[in-house]
Nanobody, 113 residues
Framework: QVQLVESGGGLVQPGGSLRLSCAAS????????MSWHRQAPGKEREFVAT????????TYADSVKGRFTISRDNAKNTVYLQMNSLKPEDTAVYYC??????WGQGTQVTVSS
């Protein structure tokens, strides 16, 4: 059974940091590029960041470039999103995805004072 389980979301003040994790099981993790996406209330889901199979290359949305870092540990079947200098506009449900084929259930991130 394929599972992607996100964790690490929560409430944080503007300027703060959070680290999201996504634990994968039920498929060959290292076969897939992994990505993070987010969906804010009333908006469409948008791309945040992606990382290639062995972590050699990463790509970010302009809105998070320089603040967020995606990484992965293939030995642990886990992908991470380190989020620094968080802004209220980063508030959303964050989803991880394997090759845009498998999706997790999401974790809520709220940035508010």
């Amino acid at each position: 059974q394929v599972q992607l389980v996100e964790s690490g979301g929560g409430l944080v003040q503007p300027g703060g940091s959070l680290r999201l994790s996504c634990a994968a099981s039920g498929f060959s993790f290292s076969v897939y590029a992994m990505s993070w996406h987010r969906q804010a209330p009333g908006k469409e889901r948008e791309f945040v960041a992606t990382i290639t199979r062995f972590g050699g290359s990463t790509t970010y949305a302009d809105s998070v470039k320089g603040r967020f870092t995606i990484s992965r540990d293939n030995a642990k079947n886990t992908v991470y999103l380190q989020m620094n200098s968080l802004k209220p506009e980063d508030t959303a449900v964050y989803y991880c995805s394997a090759g845009a084929f498998y999706w997790g259930q999401g974790t809520q991130v709220t940035v508010s004072s």
